[in-house]
């Protein structure tokens, strides 16, 4: 096995002429769970990038003085404590006060966020109260309310301490010489605490011991990724393997709306993990997820009113506490450039590939090592989500729009152009020029567009049969693809790109989470229920070239984030062709494979897996029997668009690819899968020789223009008089153009949080806005110190940026 991974290595040429789909010929990806211990790699040339996101100030430092080496800032990670909320018993007897809302609650407060940021980060992270990220967008729409949530939930472990007391004594325990007991027994709680990074073990073992102070014994699991998941993640929660977790996400993009991060960490609609499905959130809570996620509303007011109190519930509710978004760093070697995201780093954004290059090299090979390979199986359904699996796999598929890794704004990828339709006096804006949009009065969903599936008949449900009476939305999206693009994109096994592929993608989405389907999905019927509140209807205009239109009451703030792109329809997991996910079907309908790990776990069955690992032999016998039958998946639908000889030439491509690369990991994106090794933890992408696309097609996305914010005025202020501040907003000493802003936005806190009043800037010249204190503003100041905290929004990236000042108000 060694042998095998002794890979050629090739060597660049500086030829100017731009290659298709990716600069580099290959990219090895290795694991490396030390930081430490990757620096040294990096500086002897081992590796050429570790995609982690690192928090570590002392490394951080021995990065920027060393010349071969260079970093990206990543703004899109954070840290929380994920509990267990089961019970309030588990299936032994054991009490799990974590299944007690108001202890969850109390955790806030029992916890001070500040010191984690400053003491076990750094000073390379901020305070996180709340779900939203402080430098994407929402939170300066919504500011106000985290400002006084933040006052609310202050650091106060007395009070914590008082609140738990009451609920545990209520829970049937008592205190016994301080310790926490139940039933006979200390009532111990399972930690499971990652131990890659000082910062992630430092941050468990400071909750750790804030619960050991108030009486609990905690039992410190140190893992490491593979070996926490088995126990958190893939788990029955009833078995209480666990109660605890210390929770890393990152944001692939940067959101321009979060509305949608409620129903994942809320509710049971997103996530098919055991944990998740287990939620039982606040109903009030649970439909103002929902409300988020379809945007339910008609405008911003309407909308920021929703989000205050889905902020206000998700604390009480707290299935976990957020603690630091961490500011970090992806250190590369100096020579290397990369299409790095915001939010995701270059791990979250499916340009990596494409833009992966070593200085003016075209060819050869890049090394990059992460902190866990392997972690779950792919699969593109309800597969493995988790960072270190999405990373590869957004190398191996494409899409209709590309996410713009400053903004997080669409742009067309595949899509030729589109025009959006919504209903008069809603807050949409079009920006970047590639979107028609429309204000109308009326937008009628056509009678023959289809409006839902039908999992008994396996047929699609029109307009006209789900709504007799006729239905009107908010919004319509036409999408045009260009004439050549069934005949330029193609899957890696050479398979062309079809409309089936599409279509196909459609009904699974809906059929998995119907009772009376032949693959039905506990885990995803909350999911299809939740969509079914705003879809409306899908209508196919033209079937090559390809023109379609989505309509629902869904909408976004930007035009181009209204286009639906159903190339894929849920890119959350990858991308596969019907041919592949065919296999998996016949697989889950014999229940010998799923899709989900909820439903494997409940059958009995292997967690489905394209990419290795036991499920191939039983996918390669399901290829075998759809070769035979010429096998065609929801046939009395798709047989339109299917034809028996179109599938015996793709499962037959299908089976030329296995028997060459001993995996059924078909995609269609820049690079292809060549091997995943899972032993020695190593994967292998190659270019795609029949990708379509040239390497530079999206080169300019080079530099984030992150604003820096500098604010002066005076140091006393009179209560009743006016004053005047100044903001300075530039981006690398030279002034942000006006053009360049959307907005300037300011809050006065007083000494102890509070809110005490809001406003916005006025532009003065670039780089360049005024804020004036009216005489009326100044009279509601109270006598003492006052924050000036001043929000800069800019167009250019999609986070936004702070600066504050400190003045006293005098009578």
């Avoid at 008089?721 to 942000?736: L, R």
Wanted: net charge negative.
């Amino acid at each position: 096995m060694v042998a095998v991974l002794l890979f050629a290595v090739t060597v660049g040429s500086f030829a100017s002429e731009v290659p298709i789909g990716t600069w580099v010929d290959e990219v090895v990806i290795v694991l490396e769970e030390s930081a430490a211990t990757a620096i040294t790699r990096l500086q002897v040339g081992d590796i050429d990038v570790y995609a982690n996101t690192l928090p570590d100030p002392v490394i951080f430092q021995m990065v920027r003085n060393d010349p071969t080496l260079g970093y990206y800032s990543a703004f899109g990670s954070y840290s929380e404590i994920t509990f267990n909320t089961v019970g309030p018993n588990f299936n032994d007897g054991r009490l799990n006060p974590f299944n007690n809302r108001r202890i969850r609650e109390a955790m806030n407060i029992l916890v001070d966020r500040e010191y984690v940021a400053q003491e076990v980060y750094g000073g390379l992270a901020a305070p996180k109260l709340t779900i939203l990220n402080s430098v994407f967008a929402d939170y300066a729409r919504v500011v106000e309310d985290i400002k006084l949530l933040e006052t609310k939930y202050a650091p106060n472990q007395e009070r914590a301490e008082e609140i738990i007391s009451e609920e545990m004594v209520a829970m049937g325990a008592e205190r016994v010489n301080g310790v926490w007991h139940y039933d006979g027994s200390p009532v111990v709680l399972t930690f499971v605490i990652r131990n890659e990074d000082e910062q992630r073990q430092g941050l468990g073992d400071y909750v750790a011991s804030q619960l050991e102070k108030i009486g609990f014994t905690v039992e410190r699991l140190y893992r490491n990724g593979a070996q926490a998941n088995p126990i958190w993640l893939q788990s029955d929660p009833w078995e209480g393997q666990w109660n605890l977790y210390t929770g890393l996400w990152g944001s692939p993009v940067v959101y321009r709306d979060q509305g949608h991060n409620f129903n994942q960490m809320y509710t049971d609609r997103v996530m098919s993990y055991p944990p998740f499905q287990a939620l039982t959130p606040i109903p009030e809570l649970e439909h103002l997820a929902e409300v988020l996620a379809n945007k339910d509303f008609t405008s911003i007011e309407e909308r920021a009113e929703a989000y205050g109190r889905a902020l206000e519930l998700s604390l009480q509710d707290s299935p976990r506490i957020f603690m630091v978004d961490v500011l970090g760093f992806v250190p590369k070697r100096a020579e290397i450039s990369v299409a790095s995201d915001l939010a995701g780093q270059l791990t979250g954004t499916t340009l990596w590939a494409s833009t992966l290059r070593r200085g003016e090299e075209v060819g050869g090979r890049v090394t990059i090592a992460i902190p866990s390979v392997l972690v779950n199986p792919w699969n593109p359904i309800a597969g493995s989500n988790m960072t270190w699996d999405q990373f590869p796999i957004r190398a191996t598929m494409d899409r209709g729009i590309t996410v713009d890794p400053f903004t997080g704004n669409y742009w067309p990828n595949r899509i030729e152009r589109a025009e959006v339709y919504v209903r008069e006096g809603l807050p949409v804006e079009e920006s970047l020029g590639w979107v028609d949009l429309e204000f109308v009065e009326e937008i009628v969903v056509p009678e023959d567009a289809w409006a839902s599936w039908d999992p008994v008949e396996q047929r699609f449900i029109t307009v006209a049969e789900r709504f007799p009476e006729g239905v009107t939305v908010e919004r319509m999206s036409r999408v045009y693809f260009p004439a050549d693009f069934f005949e330029k994109a193609k899957w890696h096994d050479g398979s062309p790109v079809s409309i089936g592929d599409i279509l196909f993608w459609f009904i699974i989405e809906f059929d998995r989470g119907m009772e009376g389907s032949p693959i039905f999905d506990e885990s995803k019927k909350s999911d299809v229920q939740s969509t079914l509140q705003s879809f409306r209807g899908f209508r196919i205009v033209s079937e090559d070239p390809l023109v379609y239109e989505w309509y629902s009451n869904s909408w976004a703030l930007d035009a181009e984030m209204n286009v639906t792109d159903l190339f894929p329809l849920d890119p959350n997991y990858g991308k596969s062709p019907w041919h592949t996910l065919a296999l998996g079907m016949l697989a889950e309908m014999n229940e010998e494979l799923a899709f989900s790990q909820d439903k494997a776990r409940k059958i009995g069955a292997e967690w489905l897996g394209f990419q290795g690992g036991p499920s191939l032999p039983i996918l390669a016998k399901y290829l075998e029997q759809a070769i035979e039958e010429g096998y065609i998946p929801y046939e009395n639908a798709l047989g339109k668009y299917i034809s028996k000889e179109e599938a015996l030439t793709r499962y037959n491509n299908a089976k030329a690819w296995y028997n060459d690369k001993e995996h059924f990991w078909i995609g269609d994106g820049p690079m292809y899968l060549e091997k995943a090794y899972a032993v020695e933890s190593t994967i292998h992408l190659k270019r795609n020789p029949l990708y379509s696309e040239p390497a530079d097609k999206w080169s300019m996305f080079d530099e984030p223009r992150i604003a820096e914010v500098a604010v002066s005025g005076p140091a006393r202020v009179n209560r009743g008089k006016e004053a005047s501040f100044e903001v300075e907003v530039t981006f690398k000493d030279e002034p942000y153009k006006l053009e360049h802003m959307k907005e300037v936005k300011f809050l006065i806190l007083d000494s102890r949080g509070n809110l005490i009043t809001t406003g916005m800037g006025e532009p003065v010249e670039d780089g360049l806005f005024k804020i004036n204190l009216t005489p009326e503003i100044t009279a509601q100041l109270p006598i003492g110190s006052n924050t000036l905290d001043v929000i800069a929004v800019p167009l250019l990236v999609g986070g936004a940026s702070f600066g504050h000042i400190n003045f006293v108000t005098l009578p």
